[in-house]
């Protein structure tokens, strides 16, 4: 099992510019998560979704966008990004919206200048 | 709503010294309690966690108990390693009848123990 992957690891944008965050599950969770976690301010939920084709607004959805069209993968699209964008973003899945244990992808590091 | 309130940090601590990370939580019902670990360029680990009053969590000897009438869930360890430097998160899973439960994490603590 590879549990929670991400990719890129680290990405550098110019305000304005769109890109995509991928993230995948191999452990058929239904419930998969987006955070943003910048200093002094821990984990901010951005979107969730509670199985394919099902997805939700969190704490700070603003500037983001997301689809679940398979089970495994949720990716996390900036239409347009922005300088406070600039932060590190974890996926996050469980098993379902019931359970409590979470399991994190190791990040993406981005940056929009 | 509810809330996570931990000790800002960071804490330095030498080898072997013991370790105190305070959490304190505010929840309408019965939620979960946890603690997350994450190690420098890593994601979150879950390091322990308590789902019911006075229950007691442990992994790696690391220790919480789920305190009610204090409403805490204070981190400890006898003695620590500079392998348990890392950023460690409260977090609670708030209950909320058939709906989804939501993680909500504290600020995090940095710890830094020197050799």
């Known amino acids: 099992n590879a549990g929670v992957t991400q990719t890129p690891k680290f990405q550098v944008l110019k305000t304005g510019q769109s890109m995509t965050l991928q993230c995948a599950q191999d452990m058929n969770h239904e419930y998969m998560s987006w955070y943003r976690q910048d200093p002094g301010m821990g984990l901010r939920l951005i979107h969730y979704?509670?199985?394919?084709?099902?997805?939700d607004q969190g704490e700070v959805p603003n500037g983001y966008n997301v689809s679940r069209s398979t089970t495994e993968d949720f990716p996390l699209r900036l239409l347009s990004a922005a300088p406070s964008q600039t932060s590190v973003y974890f996926c996050a899945s469980r098993r379902d919206r019931l359970t409590d244990t979470q399991y994190f992808g190791p990040g993406t590091r981005l940056t929009v200048l | 709503g509810d809330s996570v309130t931990q000790m800002e940090g960071p804490v330095t601590l030498s080898e072997e010294a013991f370790l105190t990370i305070n959490c304190t939580y505010t929840a309408t019902g019965y939620p979960s309690l946890f603690w997350y670990v994450q190690y420098p360029g890593e994601g979150l680990q879950l390091l322990l966690k308590a789902t019911k009053a006075d229950d007691k969590g442990s992994n790696k000897g690391f220790e919480a108990t789920y305190r009610k009438e204090t409403t805490s869930f204070h981190l400890e360890k006898g003695s620590v390693q500079v392998s348990d430097s890392a950023v460690y998160f409260c977090?609670?899973?708030?209950?909320?009848?058939?709906?989804?439960?939501?993680?909500?994490f504290g600020t995090g603590t940095l710890l830094a123990v020197q050799p």
């Open positions: 977090a609670l899973s708030s209950h909320s009848g058939g709906a989804t439960n939501k993680l909500i």
């Open positions: 979704s509670v199985g394919a084709g099902i997805t």
